[in-house]
């Protein structure tokens, strides 16, 4: 079964740093682009950004909102997509969702992850 | 970055409609288009990838056309379980989803 599942979440303070994990099972990993995208309480989709796959050099872009604080990398050896927050403010609360890349759709979604930044 | 603005934002309808939402791009994306649908409480789920190619397991009630800058999203006969939240989506770096349309009873 195609599967991701991502962990990682949890309540952090305005300023601290979490840092989530996304395990994939029954595709080739290291094939695809992998995403993050977040969706705050009761608002919309929120794309963070991507990895590209070691074709493409394990290339990395963000959203302009993160850029800066947030850093994306994989581990194609354990099949794991890893999103690194630093800096984080109130409004980076939100539920991040790991995200499969197929030709510019996003096929496949965890079942997302709860991070709450507050004091 | 290309900007997204989908229309509705909400709306009512009945078991058995025909449904139709837009999109609009800021900037001609050919048929780099997606759409998502997301149930409260549950991550989104592709529906339409390049405009109007139907996922696999998608009910074929589903279609979507479209190119350029506008593009819409149908549903033929509106069913239960399809009450949901709907998202396109382009297919570019620095994606910005639509802002949604909530499709209610």
């Known amino acids: 079964e195609v599967q991701l599942v991502e962990s990682g979440g949890g309540l952090v303070q305005p300023g601290g740093s979490l840092r989530l994990s996304c395990a994939a099972s029954?595709?080739?990993?290291?094939?695809?682009?992998m995403d993050w995208v977040r969706q705050a309480p009761g608002k919309g989709l929120e794309w963070v950004g991507q990895?590209?796959?070691?074709?493409?050099?394990?290339?990395?872009e963000y959203a302009a909102s993160v850029k800066g604080r947030f850093t994306i990398s994989r581990d194609d050896s354990k099949n794991s997509l890893y999103l690194q927050m630093n800096s984080l403010k109130t409004e980076d609360t939100a539920v991040y969702y790991c995200?499969?890349?197929?030709?510019?759709?996003?096929?496949?979604w965890g079942q997302g992850t709860m991070v709450t930044v507050s004091s | 970055d290309i900007q997204m603005t989908q229309s509705p934002s909400s709306l009512s309808a009945s078991v058995g409609d025909r449904v139709t939402i837009t999109c609009r791009a800021s900037?001609?994306?050919?048929?780099?288009l997606n759409w998502y649908q997301q149930k409260p409480g549950k991550a989104p789920k592709l529906l339409i990838y390049?405009?109007?190619s139907l996922q696999t397991g998608v009910p074929s009630r589903f279609s979507g056309s479209g190119s350029g800058t506008d593009f819409t999203l149908t549903i033929s006969s509106l069913q239960p379980e399809d009450f949901a939240t709907y998202y396109c989506?382009?297919?570019?770096?620095?994606?910005?989803f639509g802002g949604g349309t909530k499709v209610e009873i």
């Open positions: 995200v499969r890349g197929t030709y510019g759709a996003f096929d496949i």
């Open positions: 029954g595709f080739t990993f290291s094939d695809h682009y």
């Open positions: 990895i590209r796959n070691e074709v493409n050099r394990y290339t990395t």
């Open positions: 900037q001609s994306i050919s048929n780099y």
């Open positions: 390049a405009a109007s």
């Open positions: 989506q382009p297919s570019y770096t620095t994606v910005t």
